[in-house]
């Protein structure tokens, strides 16, 4: 069946016109509040290039966060956008209540109605017949029409059928003559396989032409679905197809094609921290549309060419590497050079790596890059030895005695930052572990159905939106309830204990229940917010105790080996990068300057996305506190062990032997240290390196080298540098 010409309009018409918006800005205001609070921070650069009218399509990579990519390009893309959903996920209850509600386009997609097909197939002539297939009590009269698919497991292989001879005998399109696909059909009992439909997408291709003749805005992920890999999966050309076909009937159409990248420090974690980028817009090229409109061979090419270019503009705006090892090289890379800018936006550090990517896979192969790669993998492992990280080195270069001013200050403010968020701490741990199982096991299930996810980490943050959604509204009524309950039944024994609650017990209790909900939602804020500076403390605690037990023999050595390194990896950067960035000599680093001129608005809020209360005001007037306390110490107590601590780091140097030698604590130390330590239970070394090996951002997430652990010098993406005493 043809495709219906979409109807014909200028350009310049207004964006989003047309209908009413109320449910779609509702529902987008309440969501992007409620991923606010799961994310920490949600920054974005480059908004300004968005085109402000006509229509747009944002095509959006990776995909690793499942239902919260969306949401994180509607807080800052300023326009409405319609996305295209999995017909299969516009079929369920509550996700296709909401899809709808954002006016979403449901796309069917093969692998979704797929079914398993009666016996087992095989290949009884390999060489002289490979495309004939034979079935063992198959049903191929029945079960398949010419242009279905046949698919074997495990993404072997798969084919088109073009001829049905029997119920046992069938002829596909093509030899499958990968390896895999090779030993399943030639097995003597055969193979299991699935049949996939033909799916006609006319009326989604329809509906996409007549939202964009509407001048309105289209977000695609065209990889086909979420994963966790450190790389993009290879684009589809549904999106090439809908661009050129939409242009090719309206040439008039003036369609921008923008890149748009998605980077996560850690898309599982609860309060982490994401960058989206948006890359320059793309037009559809005239000489394209009109070897799309010849089809065949020319069309085919048409659309390659144009995802070729939308392929080289997500580069652009993304992170990619091979492997996740060389992901954690780049960025242990990154945060020991040292730019002339000292301090770098989240936006500018997600830059400065894919800066760095580019530039290692330019010179990876010269014997400088080699030797500074060596150099950084002995300087992870020794940071394994002693469970820290790469920005708490600074903090051990302290004396005994200034160590131990900070590290008792800490643990004042720990204590006070602890008593503030514990109630409503207590209050939500069954929020915490009812989400955390259900999310893993939810993992467990995508990735039992999934041939490119490593971890299925990509569908985890979305199940534990989904399920506190739910969850949390019921345990608060639940708080409620039995707060009426208490207020009623032990009114007399609570005025006696708490005279001030005599008017609470005459309240009606409708009037208590709606407070005691208040109440809750109030303490659970507070445990958000003073919460997350309290774990930031005790990661911040661990330098400090190091230097108090080791003292000046390893911590010093391993500061001097840093700064080292840290000059090295400056010095060779330095001198390569003018050869791919020609500004880089102008500012002695890669630019990563945002054009903050032109700052970027979203539904008349702010470029970041920022929950701000009169508690999170308290909690910075805390942490201010605790800073300037801090500051005092290092004013007091500080100059007296400088001269020292500087005199013995020389010695240590002077003594080296060397550019740089691995140098790990002794065997003796490692056990005292666990031994010794009264925060072994909070931040053990053994549960930092589990936890960087199975929270890798989704790596950004290649392939897991399972049972060797690699220090953290880094989330998937990088996270800020830190000054001498700051927590991460």
Known sequence: MPLKTPEKKASGGAADSGGSYFVYDLFRTFW????????????????????????????????????????????????????????ASMRRKFIGFYSRGFRGIPVERQQDLAKSGSGKIRLEDRYGSPTLISGINTQFTRELKVGMKIALPKSAGQARVDEILSDTQLRVDKEMKDLAAIEALTHSEGTAYKVIPHVNQDEMFNAVYASLNRGECIGIFPEGGSHDRTEMLPLKAGATIMALGATAANPDLGLKIVPTGLNYFHPSKFRS???????????????????????????????????ATVTEGLKQVTLNTPDLETLRLIQAGRRLYKPKQ??????????????????????????????????????????????????????????????????LWRLLWLLIMGLVALPGTVLNIPVFVITGVASKRKARAALAASTVKVRARDVIATWKVLIALGLVPLLYTVYSVLAVVFVRRYASELVALVPALAPVVTWHSWSIYLCSWALASFMSYTALVFGEQAIDIVKSVRPLFLTLILGAEHTELLVAQRDELSNDITELVNELGPHIYPEFSKTRRPAVNEQHQQQQQVLGGENRIDHTSVVSESADTFHKKMREGEQFIRQRVGPMVKADVDGRVERKESGSGGKYKFNPPTPRTMDQLDRISPLEFLISPHVANREESEDCSGCGSGAVSVGKPVADTGSSTPEAPKGLYDYS
């Open 342 to 407: 000292h301090s770098l936006t989240m936006a500018q550090q997600v830059e400065l790596t894919r800066r760095f990517i580019k530039g290692y896979n330019a010179y990876r192969d010269l014997p400088e890059v080699k030797e500074i790669r060596e150099r950084i993998d002995d300087y992870n492992t020794q940071l394994r030895y002693y469970g820290i990280r790469d920005h708490q080195v600074d903090t051990m270069q302290v004396g005994r005695a200034h160590a131990g001013a900070l590290f």
């Open 32 to 87: 992007t509040h409620v991923v606010g609070l799961f994310f920490r921070e949600v920054a974005g650069r480059n908004a300004h290039l968005i085109p402000k009218t006509g229509p747009v399509m944002f095509i959006v990579a990776p995909h690793h966060n499942q239902f919260i990519d969306p949401v994180i390009l509607l807080m800052h893309a300023a326009r409405r956008v319609y996305f295209l959903v999995a017909a």
């Open 273 to 307: 921290r994401a960058v989206i980028d948006f890359g320059q817009p793309i037009d559809v090229p005239m000489d394209l549309v009109e070897k799309y409109r010849m089809g065949g061979e020319a069309k085919r090419q048409a659309c390659d060419e144009l995802l």
